[in-house]
């Protein structure tokens, strides 16, 4: 049973630069979740879809930020022209309405670093 | 607004003893659902153990118990017998209704396992 990946797992770039990244979820779910963590504290939700449909958005999801799942399959999150306050760890999950709890499965992460 | 409130920001054990890691939360749903996730320092989350709002037994899985006070909007998270590979970050996060989208998250506390 293959889990929920990302790509990149670290990312380095400089401020103003735009940066791409994936998150593959487990293949049978239909729902995907991008969360953002910053050090010492606990993920705060950005976006989610259900199959292709971005259903919700977050007030912390900047204009800057844009978060795609064109076959409601992989997702891809996008910041444009990347601030010092978007270093943090962006974490992808996946789940499936019909387990009983619809508990979330996260990936490992890709940590973005501006510099 | 849900809120979660982690209050120990660390914790030790030592191995083979019962810690407790406490949770409160705040929601006027009636509908609700309490999750805990471990994170090891390698950055994935760990679904734990799930808790709903109307369950009238307290969960158990395996080590993990969670100890669910309704009233006082209490869901502790019980690990029994410690052991060295259960240190790592705690969080306890909710999902309004059965089939909400998203989590929100405490701030979690460190649990360090003594040999």
């Known amino acids: 049973d293959t889990g929920v990946s990302q790509d990149p797992r670290h990312k380095i770039t400089k401020r103003g630069q735009n940066v791409t990244f994936r998150c593959d979820p487990i293949?049978?779910?239909?729902?995907l979740y991008w969360y953002r963590q910053t050090l010492g504290q606990g993920p705060e939700f950005l976006t989610y879809?259900?199959?292709?449909?971005?259903?919700?958005k977050s007030r912390l999801l900047s204009d800057r930020f844009s978060a795609e799942r064109p076959k409601g399959s992989f997702s891809t999150l996008e910041i444009q022209r990347t601030e010092q306050g978007d270093s943090a760890m962006y974490l992808c999950?996946?789940?499936?309405?019909?387990?009983?709890?619809?508990?979330?499965?996260f990936g490992p992460g890709t940590r973005l670093t501006v510099l | 607004a849900q809120k979660i409130t982690q209050t120990q920001p660390g914790m030790f054990v030592q191995e083979k003893e019962a810690v407790t890691l406490d949770c409160t939360y705040d929601?006027?749903?009636?509908?609700?659902?309490l999750f805990w996730y471990k994170q090891p320092s390698s950055g994935e989350m760990i679904f734990l153990i799930y808790?709903?709002?109307?369950?009238?037994q307290n969960a158990t899985e395996g080590r993990y118990s969670l100890n669910f006070q309704k009233a006082r909007k209490s869901a502790n998270l019980v690990i029994s017998a410690s052991q060295l590979g259960d240190s790592a970050m705690y969080f306890c996060?909710?999902?309004?209704?059965?089939?909400?989208?998203?989590?929100?998250f405490g701030a979690g506390t460190i649990l360090r396992v003594k040999s």
């Open positions: 996060a909710m999902r309004e209704g059965e089939y909400g989208n998203k989590l929100v």
């Open positions: 293949s049978e779910h239909n729902r």
């Open positions: 929601t006027s749903d009636q509908s609700y659902g």
């Open positions: 999950a996946s789940s499936d309405l019909g387990r009983p709890y619809n508990e979330q499965f």
């Open positions: 808790q709903g709002s109307y369950d009238e």
């Open positions: 879809f259900q199959n292709e449909a971005q259903l919700e």
